[in-house]
């Protein structure tokens, strides 16, 4: 069974430019998270899709970043204007269940870097 | 909300030796529990899991887990390291509802010398 893929695996922009990262979860898995991982600390949920509908975004900082998952597959997340604080581990996990989580499967992350 | 707070930012320790890499969580009802284990410029890999059931929980590469409700821990072990045990270890708590989202620790860094 292939696994989540990212791309690309690593981005180095300048301040106030624009980046796109992209998502291909695991086949048939309903659920995508996309997740910022800031050196030393844990993963923080951004966005949180079941199919393509948003579940949860109350943690995505709206004024610059979006992410949309067409068609309920892949998903797409974009930073406008990129701040430095925005330097992250971008990761995109899945998961089948639509109700309790019991497991995710995370892809390698994107690795950003802005200067 | 559920949060998780992991006890130790690193953790050094001789190969062989037996490691505890500890975790706290916080929640007014029942939860699912994880470890996750990051190795240098990679994503999460499942180390195990606890759903409901035992509280002593296996996982993958000799690890394993206990649930303690009364001490809201979930503390991982392992009796005898090895050098490639070395990377990231993240403990994470989501709803057994809802919306499902995983909300995780700060991690520990596991640093194994020969």
């Known amino acids: 069974e292939a696994g989540v893929a990212q791309s690309p695996r690593y981005k180095i922009i300048e301040k106030r430019q624009s980046v796109a990262f992209w998502c291909n979860p695991i086949?048939?898995?309903?659920?995508l998270y996309w997740y910022q991982q800031i050196l030393g600390q844990g993963p923080k949920l951004l966005i949180q899709?079941?199919?393509?509908?948003?579940?949860?975004d109350s943690q995505l900082p709206k004024d610059r970043f979006s992410a949309e998952r067409l068609k309920g597959v892949d998903s797409t997340l974009k930073i406008q204007p990129a701040k430095l604080e925005d330097s992250a581990v971008y990761l995109c996990?899945?998961?089948?269940?639509?109700?309790?989580?019991?497991?995710?499967?995370f892809g390698q992350g994107t690795r950003l870097t802005v200067v | 909300a559920q949060s998780v707070t992991q006890l130790d930012s690193q953790v050094p320790v001789f190969e062989e030796a037996p490691v505890e890499l500890r975790c706290n969580y916080s929640s007014s009802v029942s939860v699912y529990l994880f470890w996750y284990v990051q190795y240098p410029n990679q994503g999460l890999q499942l180390l195990l899991k606890y759903l409901s059931g035992s509280t002593l929980v296996k996982g993958i590469n000799g690890f394993e887990a206990e649930f303690n409700k009364s001490q809201t821990s979930f503390h991982l072990r392992k009796p005898s390291v090895h050098i490639s045990d070395t990377a990231e270890y993240f403990c994470a708590v989501s709803p057994p509802w809802g919306n499902n989202d995983m909300r995780f620790g700060a991690g520990t860094r596991l640093t194994v010398k020969p």
């Open positions: 086949s048939g898995h309903a659920t």
């Open positions: 996990a899945s998961s089948p269940a639509t109700g309790a989580l019991t497991e995710a499967f």
């Open positions: 899709f079941q199919n393509n509908g948003v579940v949860d």
